[in-house]
């Protein structure tokens, strides 16, 4: 293909990739986002939100969001990334250490109040919605339990934790007394503290004997 050509063909898959009419407005993603937060922290359940009662409550028109997010699990999975936090980075040094950052940033994402009540909100709901329950799994699940599983296989090697244990069920234990609190049971204590208690609780039953 000549240069003219190649530079039409350029063109034109540009054009398709730009939108049409007005440049995206980063007021109208924050006024959707905002309005999809707000409608989940009141207890909206994921049947009663709907592209057109999203839009109209944003303040946008339904074409609007039909450009940013094909459809409801699009925008819902958005804005479920939109407050939660990335795995928090592992020193890779100590297992203990390892595990209470692990298990202190599901007691952050818990004292977030709008985080943590979105979530409890959205998981209650999830089995109604399978789709979107898998892809949340795929997407954010598996990258914790991933690291959680990674730190105590180094713990087995390392001879912190005892071998023939069941690591995927240790990984639950770990981190299911924070869930319960952060998720379950508003207004339950998530003090300073509690974090390292609780590693160093299961710690003390997984170690050699």
Request: proline share 4%.
């Amino acid at each position: 293909m000549n240069e003219t050509g190649t530079a039409g063909a350029a063109g034109a898959a540009a054009a398709d990739a730009v939108p049409r009419g007005r440049p995206r407005s980063a007021a109208a993603d924050s006024a959707i986002t905002e309005t999809v937060l707000r409608m989940l922290e009141e207890g909206v359940t994921i049947g009663e939100l709907s592209i057109e009662g999203i839009a109209r409550d944003a303040g946008v028109g339904k074409a609007t969001v039909y450009r940013r997010w094909p459809g409801k699990n699009a925008l819902l999975m958005y804005v479920l990334n939109s407050i939660d936090e990335p795995t928090p980075e592992l020193a890779g040094e100590s297992v203990r250490d390892d595990l209470v950052t692990i298990v202190d940033a599901i007691r952050r994402r818990g004292l977030a109040k709008r985080s943590s009540a979105v979530m409890r909100n959205i998981i209650l709901q999830f089995q109604q919605v399978p789709e979107l329950w898998k892809q949340y799994h795929d997407t954010v699940i598996v990258t914790r339990r991933d690291a959680m599983i990674g730190v105590l296989q180094r713990g087995v090697r390392t001879g912190e934790i005892r071998e023939g244990l069941d690591l995927e069920l240790l990984g639950d234990i770990f981190a299911g007394p924070m869930l319960s609190r952060a998720m379950m049971r508003p207004g339950a204590s998530l003090e300073e503290g509690l974090s390292e208690s609780i590693v160093d609780t299961v710690l003390e039953g997984a170690r050699p004997r």
